[in-house]
């Protein structure tokens, strides 16, 4: 399974972006699927998650702000980023809790997208 993010860039604070992670490959299927970020200088942390179910948890930093969703058929998650702060600024990971032929297959990683905002 592979995972491709994409839609980070420059904004100034205050502005939206949006994010979007697709899983690829076969005979996979995906329970929770989500968001981290790793700022400069700091450890990955939890963005939020969203369960097949549509169950979702948010870090309280950008509870209010920031939507994730997903579309299960697409294998598809995306993150709706509104009022952005310079303090997100951070590489966004995507993240994917993979079952492989039914069996658990551990949790993959996309490549990062960089999202940048400017105060």
């Known amino acids: 399974v592979q995972l491709q993010a994409s839609g980070g860039g420059l904004v100034q604070a205050g502005g939206s972006l949006r994010l979007s992670c697709a899983a690829s490959?076969?005979?996979?299927?995906?329970?929770?699927m989500g968001w981290y970020r790793q700022a400069p200088g700091k450890q990955r942390e939890l963005v939020a998650t969203i369960t097949s179910g549509g169950s979702t948890v948010y870090d309280d930093s950008v509870e209010g702000r920031f939507t994730i969703s997903r579309d299960n058929a697409e294998n598809t998650v995306y993150l709706q980023m509104n009022s952005l702060k310079p303090e997100d600024t951070a590489v966004y990971y995507c993240?994917?809790?993979?079952?492989?032929?039914?069996?658990?297959?551990?949790?993959?990683w996309g490549q990062g997208t960089l999202v940048t905002v400017s105060s």
């Open positions: 993240n994917a809790e993979v079952f492989y032929l039914g069996k658990y297959y551990g949790f993959h």
């Open positions: 490959g076969s005979m996979f299927s995906i329970n929770i």
